[in-house]
């Protein structure tokens, strides 16, 4: 099994920043990890990805966030990083890591949710 935990969600004001982290632990080769991604549920709405990157580091964002936020990666630490710039409210959800072996959106395995609430 794979264990994805984030950290780094809170309360932002509209125009400013956060970084999502998320570590990976666990047996990573029980299946292949081709990609991990982001994905966010904001209440009444369905879940969507944001952003997926890759093990080769190729990268695909929601056309919502493109040029607002940036999906890395630290091989070395299993970790994916989400950093959101410029948040507006509509950003206000919960947002989930995920990972597994589709390139264009994981959801082989999820992490437990870290709220991100933009509002002033």
């Known amino acids: 099994q794979v264990q994805l935990v984030e950290s780094g969600g809170g309360l932002v004001q509209p125009g400013g920043s956060l970084r999502l982290s998320c570590a990976a632990s666990?047996?990573?080769?029980?299946?292949?990890?081709?990609?991990m991604g982001w994905y966010r549920q904001a209440p009444g709405k369905q879940r969507e990805l944001v952003a997926a990157i890759t093990s080769g580091s190729s990268t695909n964002y929601a056309d919502s966030v493109k040029g607002r936020f940036t999906i890395s990666r630290n091989n070395a630490k299993n970790t994916v990083y989400l950093q959101m710039n410029s948040l507006k409210p509509e950003d206000t959800a919960n947002y989930y890591c995920?990972?597994?072996?589709?390139?264009?959106?994981?959801?082989?395995?999820w992490g437990q949710g870290t709220q991100v609430t933009v509002s002033s």
């Open positions: 666990g047996s990573i080769f029980v299946i292949r990890i081709n990609a």
């Open positions: 995920s990972a597994g072996r589709n390139v264009l959106g994981p959801t082989d395995y």
